[in-house]
């Protein structure tokens, strides 16, 4: 059974900076592509970064340059570090993995319970 368990969230200043933790048990995090999202209040859910089995990342356009996600295998955790935070980064972040382990997942099928990120001005 795979499970994800993210902490890391709070409440910090705009311009502030946030590092996002993701355990991963059921599964070893090096074979797999894995990935955050976040749901701010009243809006869907959305893609915020992608970390390949083969190093690789993607980010979102907006968030590119501000965020950076990686993985420690020995740890089996996903990180996404968040720099020069902004009020409308506010949301709850999730961490997630695919059943499959494409490179590019068309789907991802575990979820973790999330962390609240808020971001006052």
Same mark, same amino acid.
């Given at each position: 059974q795979v499970?994800? $368990?993210? =902490?890391?969230?709070? %409440? $910090?200043?705009?311009?502030? =900076? %946030?590092? %996002?933790?993701? $355990?991963v048990s059921g599964r070893l995090i090096m074979t797999y592509t894995m990935g955050w999202f976040r749901?701010?209040?009243?809006? !869907? *859910? !959305?893609? $915020?970064? *992608? =970390?390949t089995r083969s190093g690789n990342t993607y980010y979102a356009g907006s968030l590119k340059g501000r965020f950076t996600i990686s993985r420690d295998s020995a740890k089996n955790t996903v990180y996404l570090q968040m720099n020069n935070l902004k009020p409308e980064d506010t949301a709850l972040y999730y961490c997630a993995a695919p059943a499959s382990?494409? %490179?590019?997942p068309q789907q991802y099928d575990y979820w973790g319970q999330g962390t609240q990120v808020t971001v006052s001005a």
């Open positions: 499970q994800l $368990v993210e =902490s890391g969230g709070g %409440l $910090v200043q705009a311009g502030g =900076s %946030l590092r %996002l933790s993701c $355990v749901q701010a209040p009243g809006k !869907e *859910r !959305e893609f $915020v970064a *992608r =970390s382990s494409a %490179l590019i």
